[in-house]
């Protein structure tokens, strides 16, 4: 079997090739990959090649597969399998493997497994830990996003409180409290904010903050703050750019301090500004990864000692998790696509994931068996003046509010030419 796939060499070193999948073991299953979402881990990844932790040393000899939010249709089953999976199942998976103390994942450290590929094999770990999943939905792009989706649902549940005197750990967000999500008007934010409004456990006032006033703009038409509140939820909408005491805004929305606070980039400002409005036991969930790995920033440590306030980091979400992302979108109460701004073909992969952080938006989709150009949604209307396919895609974004959904995605996949 044949596979076209943008495989790692080294550091900055992407190359989209065609090769021969080896035949595959008893254990093994091999799938059509369709989509893949391209995420700022695949961005570190990327640069930093053999550096990166998940990353084999010998990747320039055996170059690894790029792509870790992937979903498709089941190929051909090995026979240890084939009481669970058949072909012409639909997939998704869950790519945080941890096997056998192992940091491999899909994406970073197999030759012939990852989600920038037209075909990969699933390896024997992947089942054995539960980690292949039967996706019964429609919709290929919300089985990939919820990968990324699972990774805040984990970082929600993560989070801790305790009570004066008692140290037991109570997990997960403090359920009526306040919330902050800082730098969080971008893909990841958004997704977090889907969750925090619609999951079982919810705050009853969350801040969005940042410094993008575009993003912003998205943010609060995307979510009416009248709609938050018609679930009991207070919702703000913060730019900080040009605040003189931040800190002491965003406090004031809080009443003081917030419970629980994301900071969604590495920066040291957002992880200071994230110290500096905890409010009493508040927890601070540093979920953005930083690249370098001396990455440090000031907390203040009076309020950890005499407030309880207490910092930790997600990386990731699990199996669980995973499925949670897939029920909520199911049932409609999380929309993955709100994080969803660009789409392409396997084509674009290389260049996208190499020049992430400049590309503006949010979540690029890429659709692995067609060729296409990265394109922004809101650029759809201008491209239909050239090629009649976009305006209609424009059309069928524009009747969802300006989001991706299966309807554009099922005309995607039928009007533009399949490279396999």
């Known amino acids: 079997m044949k ?5 790692l060499y080294g550091a900055s070193d992407l ?13 093994e299953i091999l799938v059509k990959v369709v989509s893949d979402s391209i995420c700022m881990s695949t961005y570190k990844c ?4 053999e550096k990166h932790k998940r990353v084999p040393d010998n990747v320039a000899q055996h170059p690894t597969i790029m792509g870790h939010e992937f979903a498709g249709n089941i190929i051909k ?4 399998h084939q009481d669970k999976f058949r072909p012409g199942m639909k997939f998704t998976l869950q790519p945080a493997l941890n096997y056998k103390g192992t940091m ?10 990852g989600g920038d590929a037209t075909y990969c094999i699933i390896p024997h770990e992947v089942m054995e830990l539960g980690c292949l999943l039967e996706y019964k939905g429609k919709s290929y792009y919300e089985a990939s996003l919820a990968e990324p989706m699972s990774c805040s649902i984990g970082a929600f549940h993560a989070c801790y409180h305790t009570k004066m005197g008692v140290y037991h750990h109570d997990m997960g967000i403090k359920e009526g409290g306040s919330l902050a999500i800082l730098a969080g008007a971008g893909p990841m934010g958004l997704g977090a904010l889907t969750y925090a409004l619609h999951s079982d456990r919810r705050p009853s006032l969350v801040t969005v903050a940042d410094i993008n006033e575009d993003r912003l703009a998205r943010a609060k038409a995307l979510f009416p703050a009248e709609e938050a509140k018609k679930d009991g939820i207070e919702l703000y909408f913060v730019n900080t750019a040009n605040m003189e005491n931040p800190a002491a805004e965003l406090k004031k929305l809080a009443g003081g301090g917030y419970d629980d606070v994301f900071s969604y980039a590495p920066v040291p400002s957002v992880v200071e500004l994230a110290s500096a409005v905890l ?20 907390m203040n440590f009076y309020d950890v000692h005499y407030n309880s ?3 930790m980091g997600t990386t990731g979400g699990n199996t669980a998790d995973m499925l949670e992302s897939l029920e909520l979108t199911a049932a409609g109460r999380i929309n993955p696509a709100v994080m969803v701004t660009h789409i392409g073909g396997l084509d674009s992969a290389g260049e996208t994931t190499l020049n992430l952080p400049k590309i503006p938006g949010g979540k690029k989709v890429i659709y692995t068996h067609i060729e296409m150009p990265l394109t922004a949604i809101s650029d759809f209307r201008e491209k239909g003046r050239e090629d009649k396919r976009f305006a209609v895609l424009a059309d069928i974004v524009e009747a969802n509010n300006g989001l991706w959904c ?3 995605e099922e005309y995607l996949l039928k009007e533009w030419e399949q490279t396999d």
């Open 406 to 408: 299966g309807k554009a």
């Open 77 to 80: 089953v090995g026979k240890m």
């Open 104 to 113: 491999w994942s899909p994406g970073y450290s197999y030759e012939f497994f």
């Open 46 to 49: 990327a640069i930093l090649g």
């Open 309 to 311: 306030t207490h910092v």
């Open 15 to 27: 190359r989209l090739e065609e090769f021969e999948l080896p035949e595959i073991k008893e254990d």
């Open 279 to 298: 409010g009493r036991d508040g927890c601070l969930n540093f979920f953005a990864g930083p690249t370098d790995p001396q990455f440090s920033a000031k």
């Open 3 to 7: 596979t076209k796939a943008l495989r």
